[in-house]
């Protein structure tokens, strides 16, 4: 029994708003150093405080128990995709990342710049880690040279920071994933990528693509020290992921300032909404078009910054400053309203972690856990447990009396 | 998408050491006979309580709900193994609870001698209980007569308790589960094994093969009485499991006092490291032996024993007994430890159940769940939540930082 069907079959038209506040990274440890406390423990927040004494809480599971998810497998799971049937390539999440807007069957592949000697072996993969300026010269000299393959294949390439490119084909008759062009180390050449399923013809069309994308491009940086060549690695294309408004019967919008979430959302089809270069201006957004949209993804990207530098005192300030802010959104009395994150986030850990991520969930019926603050320790205890991040929409959907009655 | 696979591509190489340490059958439950406290409530633990002070904690359910495990399940679920993907056989159990070193694809028999009248009638399925030093007798004459069947298939016969003894033919082409030579009552004759499968060429030899042992073992016992017959059942096959090595890149040393639970350990490839007659010189011994290993899986049995005889003050008892020694453990600073049972086995049951028994899990980044003292009830509000047992040592990978990201 396909569980999606089953609440497909049962889906209603939304009648409210729904909204997701993402605060990326959230989730935290208690360890000695920081007294025992998570930064959600330490930190004031007389508005979540109040919004938790009337809501339900619980944990979720990013992918799978013991797992640390990148932010695209953390992201798709808070969209209601499982991680682990939905993967996306890396060259995609780099794309996205970039700003580039993917379409479905490009094919995207993260690059950097490397050095060659005279027999085409690699003597440095970064090429000795040449400067944003020149990679963006160098990026500008190929896009001006190479725009289609000889199939009509269109490329498009995309600098980004110090020795790190992306290049994206866009045609037919191709599908990811392909092998890495990348020896891993130095002293070997350039290995030709070939299609990781060699039966599959949409994946050798791809492979013998990417071979003409190098044939084209290598002469024209000959020459050139220390960056006379290029690696690819994660060519893989846009995947093909059922729509979130056919999936849930919601027109979404997406809220962020990071190119990467905005592209996240887009690939589920949501509709970037932009303007916000902070959490205020993200959430005055919002309200601003609260008429056009049914369910609103909202990303804050600041407590996982704080969290990978493994700065505490940040982190905690972090949050207080969305606590400020909250009551822009909350005065517009969403229907339902989920606060999370996509994955944890610890200090002490200073990266992304698997512990789950605390959830809170606030609707006219969601009732309330009674357990005081928003806090890691607190949602243990809620009445949701802990679950898989890709029911958080399905609870959402149930808090909006979006589905039917299953069977009489 | 298959999970396994997931984690195995995810794997890094253990840096520290990781221990379970299992205390069997550690899970109790709470009821008016002993003033509504566990063992575990009732037990003073300084050591224990210092440990969970810092530590996440969490229930597992050993094989699925309401269901209450052997110690073949309930370790294999410990060691990652699905127990009802990987079943071992009784016969298989049986004989490496009798310190018996399974090879794989032996097949191993639970046997008991029984009485027979003229016609080959059972009359007595357990030979009126005959004493051990009799069954020895019997097994002795077996195994001086029978070495090997005709197709050079060898013959192992162990004596065990009373009546008991097991068989293990070690050959190739065979294969288990066989159908029990065991009518289940009396009054009916002894019937012939025949494959659970029929169209299964190794099962059917390995049927044949148990037949023949029948008609060369029987006669050998004529006129014998009240011994003159035997009954065979869980005939089954050494199952083809992974390796521990090769699934978790843990090198593994299994300290245990008795023969099943050290066999267990070797079915999943584990080295057993001999010498403790007591769980200070279990923990001494996996002290001494710190370099050598991993991982270390220490099993402690007399929780479990005790909980059997229903006897509440001794499984109290043995509880304090492992907190007074495990500074011995502690002293090494293992990366990871987690204590837990292979399930419960509750002094108001006097025997093993379902009930999902406790887990207690540290390292650096395990994050405190700050719930004071490791028993049952505080580890229903744990951050591990109640999870299946076979992700224990997944979340004990994670813990050593023996997964890289998922995704990017």
Redesign the interface.
Known sequence: MNIDAVYSGLTLAPKGKLVLLVLDGLG?????ANG?K?PLEAASTPNLDQLAGKSSMG?MTP???????????GHLGLFGYD???F??G?GV??ALGLGFELKAGDIAARANFCSLDDNGIVTDRRAGRIETAICEELCGLLSSSISRLDDGTQVFICPGKGHRFVVVFRGTGMEGPISDADPNREGKPIPDPHPTNPDCPLQKKAAANIKEFYEKALPLLKGRQPANGFLMR?IAHQPDIPLFQDRYLLKAGCIAIYPMYKGLAQLVGMTKIEGASSIEQELRLCASHWDEYDFFFIHFKDTDMHGEDGNFDAKVKAIETLDSVLPILLEKNPEVIAITGDHST?C??A??????QPVLLHSAISGSDGLGRFT??NA??GSL??FDAKYLIRHMQANAKMFDKFGA
């Open positions: 935290d440890i208690a360890v000695a025992f998570t944990r992918v799978a128990p013991g797992i640390t998810p990148g932010s695209g497998p991680p682990l049937e993967q996306v890396r999440i780099e994660g610890p002490a850990v990266g992304h972690s698997w512990h789950p890691e320790k243990n205890s447990g802990i």
